[in-house]
């Protein structure tokens, strides 16, 4: 973009990055979204949409919990769907974040005599 009109300055783009754990997941863990100019985040969980922000939840972040206990063994997917303030002129933008749940690892039987 050239230089600012007088008086005002220019509307920074926006900009979003997501933050979540990856791999084999046992404990409940945060889905996050951090960035400038976002309007609204959709969170969906292996394509069913389970949150919409308008605003931050905790700071200035857009923050999911996520309790893999409660899902099904095998791979799951976290997208979320960004919008940006209009002003900014950026696309909306979807980023995902992929885990999976992990079956209990085998113990060894209690000795028994």
């Given at each position: 973009p050239g230089p600012a009109p007088?008086?005002?300055e220019l509307c920074a783009r926006g900009t979003a990055?997501?933050?979540g754990t990856t791999g084999?997941?046992?404990t409940a863990f945060r889905v996050v979204v951090r960035g400038r100019q976002i309007d609204k985040v959709?969170?969906?969980l292996d394509g069913?949409?389970?949150r919409t922000l308008t605003r931050p939840n905790r700071g200035v972040l857009f923050v999911l919990p996520v309790n893999p206990r409660a899902l099904p063994i095998g791979v799951?997917?976290?997208v979320a769907r960004t919008t940006f303030n209009r002003s900014s002129g950026t696309r909306a933008r979807t980023l995902r974040v992929t885990f999976s749940r992990c079956a209990r690892r085998a113990t060894a039987p209690a000795f028994t005599g």
């Open positions: 007088a008086g005002g990055a997501i933050r084999c997941a046992g959709v969170y969906a069913k949409v389970v799951h997917r976290v």
